[in-house]
């Protein structure tokens, strides 16, 4: 209601990311354990910083008396309709009790502030660790420790996950091959996600406790898969791995909360919450225009007419209560698509079911015949009850938001006019509304694939020059193959995400010189400690986002014997 009174990491392991220029193109860098990339030294810029007056008097005179159509007004006013304004509230708040109707306007005409202040918003931004277990994993558990980074680890054997990661870790005990050992509030807080969780291959003649033998690489054993088949683990367990984390971790293009998608329109229930809740007579309406919008597809249209007969001023459009409030908090604001009239409207956002209660509410400005994005950061979301800024009002907080409001007013905040407001009729179509990511976006899902994948069915391959798991793609279950398809999800997902393709790992420890490519052609090796800073580190390189890439380590022994000396 509108109401009025006048990291730099130690090793060179990142620093070719920024030539990553896409799938498609082939690039190919040296680097020396002494030379310092600009990706590595920067980092992405900080994050943005993140009522009724006594003009208006009710007198109970009885509570059974019925009135039909306009109250009549003193000489010099209009009538205030009665009907519009029960049809309102019935709108809204369903079929009201007159009695309860009545003790709820006396109390939120009486009160000057809300009753129950909310709670201030915790920070969240967990990384979440998958194969936290295995050799990478648990070492990129042990990097974000050290980095002092928040860390929730899903693992399948709870007991070892604690032997290995200590007592006090945040553990999920989940199976990715298995949909409903994960649970949606297990992934509550998450933000990032690396993925490290790999099909096992294993020596056929068995291996030590301490896998030995898988250490020392696949070519001094004959291999094969041990448990769960490539397809469960590397593209079920993806599938369901993604559809777990993909509330939590936000869109590339945000989530859709009105307007069209994928051929699809989303609706919401709007209804009108104009002046007549205090006397005026502004009047707007919410339709949907079939061919009204930037490309003649659908839009909504804010329609109506606002006066100041009656000390009124504002229209607007508010929907009913979500069914399920909206979880956008891995989002950093809203944005609106619409066409706009050269006016400055208002967003006002609830966290309350209350129906009278703190907005968060956010100014904009359009142009005039124009289709613009207006993006709104939750930043710049000013808690206003009844007209008035709340100076210790919570931050807004989007872990649960329950309805959305659309206004038009003569009034800002606090006394201050709106320069752009005239009586009159005005329309306001609006296409979409929908959460977005600020910019630069970084990856929110790094995934440990492996090199190779793309090369068991490509022609004219020499296999004897290819890595084993090339070579035996087809006798472990088409383990390459299914790597590639779960590439592919991710791909498709739209979870703002980076692919690191190592060579073939070894417990070596990091610190080698590095060669990062793109085309899946290079063969060689690479420590695990190498890739699991490397994972850590494209988390935050907006250079990383959406890109694919092999990586190789290359000892000075080996560097020699590939690179001409210099004279």
């Given at each position: 209601m509108?109401?009025?009174?006048?990291?730099?990491?130690?090793?060179?392991?990142?620093?070719?990311?920024?030539?990553?220029?896409?799938?498609?193109?082939?690039?190919?860098?040296?680097f020396s354990k002494n030379s310092v990339h600009p990706w590595l030294l920067s980092s992405p810029p900080p994050k943005p910083i993140f009522q009724l007056d006594d003009r208006l008097q009710y007198r109970q005179k009885s509570a059974h008396r019925t009135y039909r159509g306009p109250i009549l007004a003193e000489a010099g006013k209009q009538g205030w309709d009665l009907g519009r304004f029960l049809k309102t509230l019935?709108?809204?708040?369903?079929?009201?009790?007159?009695?309860?109707?009545?003790?709820?306007?006396?109390?939120?005409?009486?009160?000057?502030?809300?009753?129950?202040?909310?709670?201030?918003?915790?920070?969240?931004?967990?990384?979440?660790?998958?194969?936290?277990?295995g050799g990478v994993g648990r070492r990129v558990v042990d990097v974000l420790q050290k980095k002092g980074l928040p860390v929730r680890v899903l693992a399948r054997n709870e007991e070892k996950a604690r032997k290995m990661l200590g007592p006090d870790i945040d553990l999920i005990i989940g199976d990715i091959t298995?949909?409903?050992?994960?649970?949606?509030?297990y992934f509550k807080g998450v933000r990032k996600?690396?993925?490290?969780?790999?099909?096992?291959?294993?020596?056929?003649?068995?291996?030590?406790?301490?896998r030995e033998k898988y250490s020392q690489g696949i070519k001094f054993f004959e291999p094969e898969i041990k448990g769960d088949s490539p397809e469960m683990v590397?593209?079920?367990?993806?599938?369901?791995?993604?559809?777990?984390?993909?509330?939590?971790?936000?869109?590339?293009?945000?989530?859709?909360?009105?307007?069209?998608?994928?051929?699809?329109?989303?609706?919401?229930?709007?209804?009108?919450?104009?002046?007549?809740?205090?006397?005026?007579?502004?009047?707007?309406?919410?339709?949907?225009?079939?061919?009204?919008g930037e490309k003649g597809g659908p839009a909504g249209l804010f329609k109506g007419v606002v006066s100041t007969t009656n000390n009124g001023g504002f229209t607007s459009i508010r929907t009913k209560n979500f069914s399920v409030p909206e979880d956008l908090s891995s989002y950093?604001?809203?944005?609106?698509?619409?066409?706009?009239?050269?006016?400055?409207?208002?967003?006002?956002?609830?966290?309350?079911?209350?129906?009278?209660?703190?907005?968060?509410?956010?100014?904009?400005?359009?142009?005039?015949?124009q289709w613009q994005s207006i993006r709104l950061p939750f930043s710049s979301f000013v808690p206003v009850f009844r007209a008035r800024t709340v100076s210790d009002a919570?931050?807004?907080?989007?872990r649960s938001i329950v309805s959305l409001q659309l206004m038009f007013s003569k009034f800002e905040y606090d006394g201050k006019l709106n320069p752009t407001f005239v009586e009159g009729p005005f329309q306001l179509p609006v296409s979409s509304i929908r959460t977005f990511i600020k910019d630069p976006v970084t990856p929110r899902f790094?995934?440990?694939?492996?090199?190779?994948?793309?090369?068991?069915?490509?022609?004219?391959?020499?296999?004897?020059?290819?890595?084993?798991?090339?070579?035996?793609n087809k006798e472990l279950d088409f383990i390459l193959t299914f790597k590639l398809k779960g590439e592919d999800l991710i791909r498709e997902s739209g979870i703002p995400y980076a692919i690191v393709r190592p060579c073939a790992l070894t417990e070596e420890p990091a610190g080698a010189d590095l060669i990062f490519d793109q085309g899946d052609n290079i063969t060689g090796k690479i420590s695990r400690e190498e890739i699991a800073r490397i994972c850590i580190a494209a988390l935050e390189s907006p250079y990383a986002l959406d890109k694919t890439f092999e990586v190789d380590g290359i000892t000075g022994k080996e560097l020699l014997e590939q690179s001409p000396v210099p004279v």
């Open positions: 509108e109401c009025f009174n006048s990291t730099k990491l130690s090793s060179p392991c990142t620093s070719s990311i920024l030539n990553l220029q896409g799938s498609s193109s082939l690039v190919c860098n040296k019935y709108f809204f708040n369903g079929p009201p009790s007159p009695s309860k109707f009545f003790e709820f306007l006396i109390e939120k005409l009486s009160s000057p502030s809300p009753s129950e202040p909310k709670k201030s918003m915790e920070s969240s931004g967990i990384v979440l660790v998958v194969g936290a277990t298995k949909e409903s050992t994960l649970l949606p509030e996600v690396i993925n490290a969780a790999s099909v096992i291959v294993g020596p056929k003649e068995g291996d030590t406790p301490e590397e593209f079920v367990g993806m599938r369901n791995l993604i559809n777990a984390v993909k509330g939590s971790v936000g869109l590339r293009n945000g989530k859709l909360l009105f307007g069209c998608e994928d051929n699809g329109f989303r609706d919401l229930a709007w209804g009108a919450l104009d002046d007549v809740v205090m006397g005026g007579v502004s009047e707007s309406t919410f339709i949907i225009d079939t061919t009204g950093d604001g809203l944005e609106l698509r619409l066409k706009g009239d050269g006016r400055r409207y208002k967003l006002i956002v609830r966290t309350s079911r209350d129906w009278d209660t703190v907005g968060y509410t956010a100014s904009f400005d359009t142009t005039e015949g919570p931050p807004f907080d989007p790094v995934h440990v694939s492996s090199a190779g994948v793309t090369r068991p069915d490509r022609p004219g391959l020499d296999l004897s020059k290819q890595p084993p798991a090339v070579r035996l």
